[in-house]
């Protein structure tokens, strides 16, 4: 089985300043995928990010990079820059066993004007 | 990304009557599909996933033959809440994927399904 643990329900950011979002996730397997993706109030689930567990670069998109730590099963998501449309649910998922995407509970991001 | 509707977006229903729930991949063809429910200010739950072709796979606890789903084609699945009942009113969620070993999932702008 795998698990996903988001530790912050809730989280703020000024505008324009950085915010990181925790995850850590549990699996048996050795290859498998991580993934943050964003639900904003239209809760359409919008990707963020992936990253490959085989590669050890961090993967980044534009103001959105990843801080992935294999060994301490740590997949924490940095944005940088926040803007108001930042604001959302963010969901860090993994993609292993079974071919399952498997969610967290979810981090409430609010971003202040 | 990869674009998939879902149709229709919002649905209100008698109790008791079947509702359908379609699922296409517009810009690609999607060997697996899936179908998730969100209660309000939870996660994601996956229901099932479905194949093109063949019988879908489903989650512990959850009906098959409460929630019908069929993958007919490379492009569309289709998830029916047979005899709804207000228990089932929530949000349900399609996702698609080319390859699900390795393959991002690309998700529908999900279904609010309120049943009176």
């Known amino acids: 089985a795998q698990t996903v643990t988001q530790s912050q329900p809730e989280m703020s950011v000024q505008e324009a300043e950085t915010v990181t979002l925790s995850c850590t996730y549990d699996t048996s397997e050795s290859d498998y995928y991580l993934f943050w993706y964003k639900q904003p109030p239209s809760r359409q689930m919008i990707l963020v990010i992936r990253?490959?567990?085989?590669?050890?670069q961090n993967a980044t998109e534009n103001r959105f990079s990843v801080n992935f730590q294999k060994a301490a099963k740590s997949f924490s998501l940095k944005i940088s820059d926040s803007q108001l449309g930042d604001a959302a649910m963010y969901f860090c998922a993994i993609l292993g066993a079974g071919n399952m995407l498997t969610f967290g509970g979810g981090t409430r991001l609010m971003v202040k004007p | 990304g990869a674009v998939v509707s879902q149709h229709p977006s919002w649905v209100i229903c008698k109790s008791g009557t079947s509702v359908k729930i379609e699922c296409r991949s517009l810009?690609?063809?999607?060997?697996?599909m899936f179908w998730y429910r969100q209660f309000p200010k939870q996660s994601l739950m996956l229901m099932a996933t479905s194949n093109e072709g063949s019988k879908a796979t489903y989650e512990q606890g959850v009906e098959k033959d409460k929630f019908l789903i069929n993958h007919a084609s490379l492009t569309l699945s289709t998830l029916t809440v047979t005899s709804a009942h207000p228990e089932d009113s929530s949000f349900y969620i399609c996702s698609a994927s080319s390859d699900p070993s390795t393959d991002t999932q690309y998700f529908g702008p999900g279904t609010r399904l309120t049943v009176l």
């Open positions: 810009d690609f063809q999607a060997t697996t």
């Open positions: 990253q490959e567990a085989y590669k050890q």
